[in-house]
């Protein structure tokens, strides 16, 4: 049962990484049809991640009073339909009213998964059910770009648009037919808005939450400097084609599968302070690496996408162990405190790919570096927190 559940979870937790990085190899394409530039379509990804960030801020607190599945399925419904109506778009403004839609409609398995969890397991059993999930999840962004590039090279930009829409119906029917619900009618709250300002508040004023949730999300940051900058560094920094994708997302990936893989294996064996500690030694000596790799020499394959494989482990480590502590200071509100943390997480995703990864991505030096800061500020955040 677990192994089922694991692998629902993982498939919802999917549809947000699918809807952003299988149409990456697509920029160009979408740009010479629509005329648009560089920075134009770069909003596609920019609007839709900050809507991704802006729901995930009510999801769980949904969730926690109308259940975990009406929420799952319903934003299922709106996503097929944002997926449909970018396939059929006739120009940009319209491409990117669905861009917003489907940002809006996909965070909802991530955030109420993560509730899911906290429903049905606890402490080390908790992590190892994370650490599982995102080793599944893990495939979503490794595989994506490869196909988006072998299906914009072989039918155009449009037909990955209703690749997403189908994987949307695959996840509503497996949800529908096999995620039961895990919150009981008795262990919901009220739908008051006083109520749900004050558990909100509660949250945003507990300095330890927002810490432990910051030091993961700038950490993340490394990860979404080169996300953000993927058709760049693709294309113009190591000079291949749209089919090549996978070079910059297999390492990427590959490395938070065995890192998460590694994290619920040790959840019994390690704290989960030492498991993060481990983390940022990790994360450092990769992050180093690429800098002094990209000062001496020009990038290219595979020595300038290496350090990433090492640097998504190391974070994937401490992914479980920070989000769980920073979701158990909740117990009885989990589903906010998922909600908030995913939107602390999200927003500085975006603020990193949307805004600060085009300031860099016309250098490999300077996403490297661009990693290293983001590593810095996140162990500025993990120290008072764990002192806290």
Known sequence: MNILLTVLLAGLTMVGPLAIDTYLPSFPAIAAEFGATPIAIQQTLSLFLFCFAFMMLFYGTLSDTLGRRPIILWSLVAYVIASVGGALAGSLGFLLVCRVLQGLSSGAGSVVGRAIVQDR?????????????????????????????????????????????????????AVWRWLPESLPQEKRHPFEL????????????????????????????????????????????????????????????????VGSGLSGKLARSRTQAQLIWISYAGMAAAALANVAYTWL????????????????????????????????????????????????????????????????????????????GCLVVSLLCWIPARRG
């Open 121 to 173: 397991f606890e402490g080390a059993e908790a992590q190892k059910i994370l650490g599982h999930i995102m080793m599944v999840f893990g495939l979503a962004p490794a595989l994506a770009p490869i196909l988006g590039g072998w299906l914009q090279v072989s039918t155009g930009w449009r037909s990955i648009f209703w690749f997403l829409a189908l994987f949307g119906v695959v996840m509503f029917v």
């Open 194 to 257: 006083k109520l749900i300002a004050a558990n909100y508040l509660k949250v945003l004023r507990h300095r330890r939450f927002l810490l432990l949730s910051a030091a993961l999300g700038v950490a993340f940051g490394g990860f979404a400097l080169y996300i953000g900058s993927a058709a760049y560094f693709i294309m113009h920094i190591l000079h291949l084609p749209e089919t090549a994708f996978g070079w910059l997302f297999i390492p990427l990936v590959a490395g938070m599968v």
């Open 297 to 372: 020499f020009p990038a290219e394959v595979p020595w300038a996408v290496l350090p990433l494989f090492f640097y998504s482990l190391a974070l994937a480590l401490a992914m479980p162990p920070l989000s769980l502590l920073a979701m158990n200071l909740f117990p009885d509100n989990s589903g906010l405190a998922a909600s908030m943390q995913s939107f602390i997480q999200m927003t500085l995703f975006a603020l990193v790919s949307g805004l600060i990864a085009p300031l860099l991505f016309d250098s490999a030096f300077k996403l490297a570096c661009g990693v290293l």
